[in-house]
Nanobody
C-alpha cells in the first residue's frame, strides 16, 4: 500500500495561487497514474486533475481547466497541483490519489485509485 502525504493547503484570497504537493513515502510514483480530487462540505468528492504515469497525458475538470496544473517530479517522488486564480468555489479538502494498477480504467473516477492521502485544506475567501 502506498502512503501519500499532501501539503501546501492554506487560506488565501480570491485570485491568489497555491501549490500542493503529494509525496509517496512507501512507493515510487514512476509509471503510476495519479490524480487530485477535492471535497467541499456537504458535497461529494469530485475529480480535479489526473496524470497518466506512462503517457504523461493530463486531464482536468472543466471547472479548473486553464487555472490548475498537475505535474510530477519522479526524482522527488512527488506529484504537484498548481492552483492559480483561485475562486471561493475552489474551497475544499484536496486529496491525492494513486492507482497501483498498470492503467487506471477511468482517470476521473474514484474507483480507479487504490491509495489516498489524508487531504489538505484549501480555503479561498472572497
Amino acid at each position: 500500500q502506498a502512503q501519500l502525504v499532501e501539503t501546501g493547503g492554506g487560506l488565501v484570497q480570491a485570485g491568489d495561487s497555491l501549490s500542493l504537493s503529494c509525496v509517496a513515502t512507501t512507493r515510487v510514483f514512476r509509471n503510476y497514474d495519479m490524480a487530485w480530487f477535492r471535497q467541499a462540505p456537504g458535497k461529494e468528492r469530485e475529480f480535479v486533475a489526473g496524470l497518466r504515469g506512462r503517457t504523461t497525458n493530463t486531464y482536468y475538470a472543466d471547472s479548473v481547466k486553464g487555472r490548475f496544473t498537475i505535474s510530477r517530479d519522479n526524482d522527488k517522488n512527488t506529484v504537484y497541483l498548481q492552483l492559480e486564480r483561485l475562486k471561493p468555489e475552489d474551497t475544499a479538502v484536496y486529496y491525492c490519489a494513486v492507482s497501483l494498477r498498470p492503467y487506471a480504467p477511468v482517470v476521473f473516477a474514484t474507483t480507479s485509485y487504490d491509495s489516498w492521502g489524508q487531504g489538505t485544506q484549501v480555503t479561498v475567501s472572497s
